[in-house]
C-alpha cells in the first residue's frame, strides 16, 4: 500500500525487502525500482538509483537492520520516518543525522487529513489493496504462512464459510 501511496503522490519509488515474492508485488504495485535489502549493495544501488540518496524514507520493517540502513539511504537534510516496531534497540548513527541534517521521525497513526487522503486515493482508484480471502478453518496454515513471511498483503478470513471441525474430517475420512 505504501508504494501505491507514494506512486499516487507522484513519488519515484524505490522499493526494498528480503524477497523476491515481495519485490515482484513492490514492482507490480508501481515501485520504480525495487531491491534486495540483503544485498551488500542495497545502499549504493539506493543512492545511485536515487542520485544521491531518497528524500524520504518510510520504515515498515520490524528489522532493526532495516532502521540502520534507511539512515545510510537518505540524502542529506532528508527524512526517515520510522513505523515499524521492532524489539530492541536502534543504534542511531549520530554523526551520520547530525552532518547530513537528517531528520528522524517516528508515527503509529495518521491524522483525519490523512485518513481523507488515503480515502479519496482508494475511491479514485489510484490505490488497491493486495488481499487474499480464506475460511476461518484455515487459520494455522495461514499463521504459519504469517510466520514464513509468505503473506502477501493482507488475509482476511471469511466468518461466513462453514467451519469444518476436526470430528467432521475424521467422520468424512473414514466414510
Same mark, same amino acid.
Given at each position: 500500500? +505504501?508504494?501505491? &501511496? #507514494? ?13 523476491? =515474492? ?9 515501485? /520504480? ?6 544485498? *551488500?549493495? !542495497?545502499?549504493? =544501488? ?5 542520485? %544521491? ?12 537492520? !532495516? ?20 524489539? %530492541? @534497540? ?5 554523526? /551520520? ?16 487529513? =490523512?485518513? /481523507? @487522503? #488515503?480515502? $479519496?486515493? +482508494? $475511491?479514485?482508484?489510484?490505490?488497491? +489493496? @493486495?488481499?487474499?480471502?480464506? *475460511?476461518?478453518? =484455515?487459520?494455522? #496454515? ?18 461466513? #464459510? *462453514? ?7 475424521? @467422520?468424512?475420512? &473414514? +466414510?
Amino acid at each position: 500500500m +505504501a508504494v501505491q &501511496y #507514494a506512486k499516487a503522490m507522484g513519488f519515484k519509488v524505490v522499493a526494498l525487502d528480503v524477497t523476491p =515474492d515481495k519485490l515482484a508485488l513492490a514492482r507490480a504495485t508501481g515501485a /520504480d525500482v525495487a531491491i534486495d535489502a540483503r544485498s *551488500p549493495n !542495497a545502499v549504493a =544501488d539506493v543512492l545511485k538509483a536515487t542520485r %544521491g540518496g531518497a528524500h524520504g524514507i518510510l520504515v515498515t520493517a520490524i528489522s532493526p537492520p !532495516a532502521f540502520t540502513q534507511a539512515v545510510h539511504m537518505v540524502r542529506r537534510k532528508g527524512t526517515v520516518a520510522l513505523v515499524g516496531l521492532p524489539a %530492541g @534497540e536502534f543504534p542511531t548513527p549520530i554523526f /551520520d543525522v547530525v552532518l547530513k541534517r537528517i531528520t528522524l521521525r517516528g508515527s503509529i497513526v495518521g491524522t483525519r487529513r =490523512d485518513l /481523507d @487522503e #488515503a480515502i $479519496a486515493f +482508494a $475511491a479514485e482508484g489510484k490505490v488497491r +489493496a @493486495e488481499i487474499t480471502k480464506a *475460511p476461518l478453518s =484455515d487459520i494455522n #496454515a495461514i499463521l504459519t504462512r504469517l510466520k514464513a513471511g509468505k503473506i502477501d498483503g493482507r488475509m482476511v478470513l471469511d466468518l461466513t #464459510a *462453514p467451519i469444518e471441525t476436526s470430528a467432521k474430517k475424521t @467422520e468424512a475420512a &473414514y +466414510a
